[in-house]
Every structure is written in structure tokens, then in C-alpha cells.
């Protein structure tokens, strides 16, 4: 048996000079997809390669007769049946490999179509589609909201930068799920976690909430810290406390978060601190996972730095659902001029996001905004320039 490879552009050609060549009875004996040559071919395009044999010839030294007939039907006949059957089902198998590029191919085209070019703009609404891309907003988000615009808003409407600033604060902030109630106070303090990676500032925004006046301040206010791992983070809190006047408690293992709990069953709000996991440690993860169940928490608030890339923020939500998060808090807020970004991950994650953090200064440097304020921060981050300038007095 004497092999021969054939390539041609498709599965159907190659076995076409299979068969001229070979003839009807040849076997196929492999079959495989190879990189066009040529240094002009167009991209990602890609040859296919069957490697076939011709039957082997019967011996003229076989006996006449009967003989010769069940020699010729044993060696022949069977042959060319499972040649043509394994011909047929890897010819199936290509043109069903073909069939999945073809539709990738034309899902690419499709929305390349669709996001490759923009009907002339107004002045105005044209000036909004600039501010919503330098934002750091999705680019394919952005034209949607643009098309939905022409669509939506009347002729004035479009001409009018009030009107379509609205429209677009609107739809914005409108990705942003509204957070849900907190159980009453009658089951005990309201138990608040910050889950997230090491250096987000967990424990800054936990000392900031916890002496901020206007948020939880003016309450009575308790601490568990379970950072036991980092060095120095437990001297380091344990000084706050000290100075800020709060009950502490320290938690090294999950069966401790009851007895803790109960010392400061006294406080109306309890917030508990947690160590930086890294996002692909499983593991941790699921240690983290333990001790937030057993400190039966109403929310679970994820912390981001802002300046985060939005592929590593995405990470970072993905991997952190092993502990069922509830919020999304964002801080270094004043590092970035692309509050986009923040509207992307609320979008990709459909979670609340009601602080959001900046600087070092304890506890001026933290807010509790609506939605509203935030898609205002996107489209206009020039008013916002000073973080500081925004901070309640």
C-alpha cells in the first residue's frame, strides 16, 4: 500500500484529486488542517491535507476459479466498503469543521458591520460619543447608546447638549442594580464584610466608614478583624481602634467568628475586615468563603482599586464569586480620570456599587453615591477634576 498526500482548499477538492488519482476504492488514512503557504494569503485561512493509499493489488499468482472469486471479494470488495465509509466520515467531520469557522467567521463579520462605522453624528451628540469613549466605557456599549439616542430623542433633542446629557445619565446610570434592603436592626448589628485583593484597601475603607460622621460614625460601630496573616496588620488596626475608640476583635480561626460576634453584640454596626486573597487562589478563597458565612453578614462589599485594567477587574469578580459578594466598592478613585471603568464591571456583574474611596485621609476620603452621581462623573470627569472638591463638608 503506497501513501500519497493531497492538499487543496477544501475537503471536497482534495478528495476530488483522491479519487482521480486513487481511484473509488482508495483509503483515506488521515485527514488534518495546514496553514496555507505564500506570504499574500489572506489571514487565518487554512489548506486541508488527506493523506490516501490505493488498495493493494490482487496476485496474479492466486488461484482460478471460486478461489480466486472469495480471494478477490475477501481482499477487494471489504476494502473499498471501509475506504469509502472512513472516506465519508472524515469528509463529515471537515464539513463540520468548516461549518463552526464559517459561523465564527461570520459572527466576527457581523459585528465588525455593526461597530465599524457610525451614521453622521450632530455637533453635540457627537461631542457626548467623544466624552463616553475617553470615559473608558466599552466601546461597543458606547455606540449602542449612541444609536439608541438617534433613535430615541427627538430632532431638538439632538441638538440640544442638556437634553442628551440626561438621556445619557440616564441610560447609565441605569445599569447600576439598586442595592438591596438591609435586615433590620431587631436580628443584631448590621454585619458588613470587605472581600478583595491585597493592596485594594480593605481596611482603609473600613476605617474610613467606621469614623465617617455622615455614614456609620455616629453609630455604635465594632470591628473583627480576620487579617491575621499580613504582618503587622493586626497591630496596625488594633491602634485604630484604640485611637478611634472601637471594640476589636481578632478572629485566627472560622469556629471564633461566633464568640466574637457575641462580645460585640452590644454595637449596632459591625464591620469586618478580611485578608487580601489572591484571585486565583481557590483555596484561600474558599478559607475566606468559611468565614464570611459564619459572620452571618447582610453585605458583602468587593473591593477594586479603579486604576485596576478592566480584563484584571473582570478576573478579580470572576474568581471572588466563590464568596457570594453583594456589593462592589471601588477606591483610588482619584487616580484615574476614566470612571468608566466602573460603570463596566457594574454592568458585567450586575452588583450595587454605594462607596467609592480615595486618597489615604481618614475619613474624609470616601463617599456614598447614588448611580446618578456616578454616570454624571463619567460623562463630565473635567467637573470632577478634585475629588476632594466633591467630598461632603
Known amino acids: 500500500m503506497k501513501a500519497k498526500k493531497f492538499t487543496a482548499p477544501t475537503m471536497r477538492e482534495a478528495l476530488g484529486q483522491v479519487k482521480k488519482e486513487l481511484g473509488d476504492g482508495a483509503i483515506i488514512l488521515k485527514s488534518k488542517k495546514v496553514p496555507r503557504g505564500g506570504v499574500f494569503d489572506i489571514p487565518r485561512r487554512e489548506m486541508v491535507e488527506v493523506t490516501a493509499a490505493s488498495e493493494e493489488p490482487v496476485s496474479s499468482e492466486s488461484t482460478t476459479g471460486p478461489d480466486f472469486a472469495r480471494q478477490l471479494d475477501g481482499s477487494f470488495t471489504p476494502r473499498r466498503s471501509a475506504g469509502v465509509q472512513e472516506t465519508a466520515h472524515h469528509e463529515l467531520e471537515m464539513i463540520k469543521d468548516e461549518v463552526r469557522s464559517l459561523r465564527e467567521n461570520l459572527a466576527e463579520v457581523s459585528l465588525h458591520l455593526k461597530y465599524s ?54 441610560q447609565v446610570s441605569g445599569v447600576f442594580p439598586r442595592p438591596a434592603r438591609t435586615r ?92 487580601g486573597c489572591n484571585p486565583r ?14 459572620a452571618d453578614c447582610d453585605e458583602v462589599h468587593l473591593v477594586l482599586s479603579a486604576t485596576t485594567r478592566d480584563r484584571e477587574l473582570y478576573l478579580i469578580c ?29 454592568h458585567r456583574v450586575a452588583k450595587p456599587v454605594v462607596y467609592v474611596g480615595s486618597g489615604p485621609t481618614i475619613p474624609k476620603d470616601i463617599q456614598k453615591l447614588e448611580p446618578q452621581r456616578i454616570a454624571e462623573w463619567i460623562l463630565h470627569p473635567d467637573k470632577e477634576s478634585s475629588f476632594a472638591e466633591s467630598r461632603p463638608s
Open 184 to 275: 433590620p436592626n431587631a436580628r443584631g448589628p448590621l454585619s458588613i464584610a470587605f472581600i478583595g485583593p491585597a493592596g485594594s484597601g480593605k481596611t482603609t475603607t473600613l476605617s474610613k466608614l467606621a469614623t465617617h460622621r455622615q455614614l456609620f460614625g455616629k453609630h455604635r460601630v465594632g470591628i473583627i478583624t480576620v487579617d491575621t496573616r499580613r504582618l503587622a496588620a493586626v497591630e496596625q488596626i488594633r491602634a485604630f481602634a484604640q485611637i478611634a475608640g472601637i471594640p476589636l476583635e481578632v478572629v485566627y480561626k472560622p469556629e471564633q467568628m461566633e464568640t466574637a460576634r457575641a462580645r460585640l453584640g452590644h454595637v449596632e454596626v459591625l464591620l469586618v475586615d478580611t485578608p
Open 117 to 170: 462605522k457610525m451614521p453622521a453624528l450632530p455637533t453635540e451628540l457627537s461631542t457626548a460619543y467623544t466624552r463616553l469613549e475617553e470615559s473608558g466605557l466599552e466601546e461597543h456599549w458606547v455606540q449602542d447608546l449612541i444609536n439608541q439616542a438617534l433613535v430615541e430623542l427627538t430632532g431638538n433633542e439632538l441638538v440640544s447638549s442638556p437634553d442628551i446629557d440626561r438621556y445619557l445619565v440616564a
Open 318 to 346: 470572576d474568581k471572588y464569586r466563590i464568596v457570594p459578594y453583594s456589593h462592589l466598592l471601588f477606591t483610588h478613585v482619584d487616580e484615574t480620570a476614566q470612571y468608566g471603568a466602573i460603570a463596566n464591571i457594574a
Open 281 to 294: 487562589d481557590e483555596q484561600a478563597l474558599e478559607q475566606l468563603h468559611e468565614l464570611i458565612d459564619r
